[in-house]
């Protein structure tokens, strides 16, 4: 089976290291195309492979615990106010 | 307050609330989350966005309708926090970039100050930690890490958000991430992960 082009070479044919295509991957600036490759990737790359599992879970509990809730009501309410009487 | 070369629109009162309510107030919780993450107070957060949303309606003519709002009004709150809030605080630590950079140029160094953390020790970290290491990082690597992990914002939307190049969004995230391991490598430890 022939090998997959790598959709991570640049248009100069840089080839990223995997430090690079890892980092793309877990910032969530990837194409489809590009996250395929990656996870087939890390099917024989163990280092990239764990890298990726501790990134993610690490991001995962980001979102899960920063995320910080809503805006209070009266803020919402006093910025309304403020401009309602600007526009007055 | 302009956003690129966006030529100064012409709004009527009726299109300047209709643009206001629909396109700016949706962003109001992500605009808070961000202002409390910067400040790490509540009373500062609610008076930065409060700021930053009767800036954005002031200055709303040269928001151009139909454009990358939330971005906007991400780059007027952090403008705002820097240009007034920053200055009324302790001024913190300024972080040597260029340091930096060269850093991020050595994969050597990188393996090394890389910490080897486990997904399990992670996964057991249910309270405060993550916020805490997060809260205790210098604001300008918190902040990289709130707009790309929380916010989900592209390199380019970062670069303009921050005024600052793409090459260093990257190389600031990448050293954000290695600081925020160190610090969660540390709680792991203790409690009780002495290989986290």
């Known amino acids: ?88 | 307050m302009e956003w690129e070369e966006a030529p100064r629109q012409h709004y009527t009162e009726n299109e300047k609330q209709l643009i206001f309510n629909n396109e700016f107030m949706p962003h109001i919780h992500s605009m808070y989350n961000f202002g409390y993450r910067l400040t790490l107070d509540r009373d500062d957060a609610k008076d930065l966005v409060q700021d930053t949303y009767l800036k954005a309606y002031r200055f709303i003519e040269s928001f151009q309708k139909g454009t990358n709002a939330k971005a906007w009004l991400f780059r007027i709150l952090k403008n705002s926090f820097i240009n007034d809030y920053r200055k009324k605080s302790k001024e913190p630590n300024k972080v040597d970039y260029q340091e930096v950079e060269t850093y991020y140029n050595s994969e050597e160094v990188d393996r090394l100050i890389t910490p080897d953390l486990r997904v399990e020790s992670l996964k057991d970290m249910m309270g405060d930690e993550i916020s805490n290491a997060l809260n205790s990082l210098d604001v300008d690597f918190r902040t990289v890490i709130i707009l790309c992990d929380l916010e989900d914002f592209k390199y380019e939307e970062m670069a303009k958000i921050l005024d600052i190049p793409i090459g260093t969004v990257r190389s600031r995230l990448h050293r954000a991430r290695n600081l925020l391991k160190e610090k969660l490598k540390s709680y792991a430890k203790t409690m009780g992960y002495n290989n986290a």
């Open chain 1, 1 to 88: 089976m022939a090998t997959p082009t790598n959709p991570f070479i640049q248009p100069d044919g840089k080839k990223p290291t995997c430090m690079e295509m890892l980092q793309l991957i877990i910032d969530n600036q990837v194409t489809e195309e590009q996250r395929l490759y990656f996870s087939q990737h890390m099917g024989h790359c163990l280092p990239c492979y764990k890298k990726y599992n501790v990134d993610m879970a690490i991001k995962e509990l980001l979102q899960s615990k920063c995320c910080g809730g809503n805006c209070p009501d009266d803020i919402v309410a006093e910025i309304k106010l403020k401009i309602n009487s600007m526009t007055a």
